[in-house]
């Protein structure tokens, strides 16, 4: 591994099921981030961890959850999915809170139908 | 609120061109700026960045970028695009205290496009 691991590629999921979409790091970034990516919009951040055991909602929160157990993970789970959901979800990790250097996963494309 | 507007949806240039790539900001005091550029398929790598200092920051792979204050700017340059360099493109600002537990976030314009023709 090197860098940001990202867990499924691509995903086709039906509506009102739950997923967990996966991020590994083994820099030992302390923070992690999730952003999510669609056309005309960019990038907007949907939470955040500063480091292990923290968390925080970003722009566009709601409907999904994530969890920060230790360093290297970081997880994001959609408890209930709807099409809205459909795009394409970055991980991303710095070393610390401050400093703005993100390195990001390769992204998990989902389709909730 | 902080925001940063990328007006050029699409660009094409010819191999060889100069490539200027436009960004604008809003944010009251001197803002963090960076560009980033993300491959087909790939993720989001960090171009460059300002923080303060000279107005005209160099980065990776041949591009720089120009601070203007008075026009709220952080274009992106090039002096001649390679075939390589059609991607997307992204431009960021860090925001204030906008997010919960008062940290400071990346915030992402909606990218530019760029081709380039042979």
């Known amino acids: 591994i090197a860098g940001i691991t990202q867990a499924p590629t691509s995903q086709i999921l039906a509506a009102g099921r739950r997923m967990t979409l996966r991020c590994t790091q083994d820099m030992r970034h302390n923070a992690m981030y999730w952003y999510r990516q669609d056309l005309g919009l960019g990038l907007r951040l949907i939470h955040y961890?500063?480091?292990?055991?923290?968390?925080g909602k970003g722009e566009v929160p709601d409907g999904y959850s994530v969890s920060r157990a230790n360093t290297d993970d970081f997880p994001l789970t959609l408890a209930s999915a709807v099409p809205s959901q459909t795009s394409v979800y970055f991980c991303a990790s710095s070393e610390s809170q401050g400093d703005y250097g993100y390195t990001f996963g390769s992204g998990t494309r989902l389709t909730v139908v | 609120a902080q925001s940063v507007t990328q007006p050029d949806i699409h660009i094409t240039v010819s191999e060889g061109a100069s490539l200027e790539l436009r960004c604008n900001y809003s944010y009251g005091a001197t803002p963090y700026l960076f560009w980033y550029v993300q491959s087909p398929g790939q993720g989001l790598q960090l171009l460059l960045k300002?923080?303060?200092?000279?107005?005209l920051v160099q980065g990776i792979k041949g591009f720089e970028a120009e601070f203007k204050r008075s026009q709220s700017s952080f274009n992106l340059r090039k002096p001649s695009v390679h075939w390589s360099d059609a991607a997307e493109y992204f431009c960021a600002v860090v925001a204030g205290t906008m997010f919960s537990g008062g940290y400071n976030k990346l915030i992402f314009g909606a990218g530019t496009r760029l081709a380039v023709h042979p």
């Open positions: 300002y923080f303060s200092g000279d107005t």
């Open positions: 961890s500063n480091t292990a055991g923290t968390t």
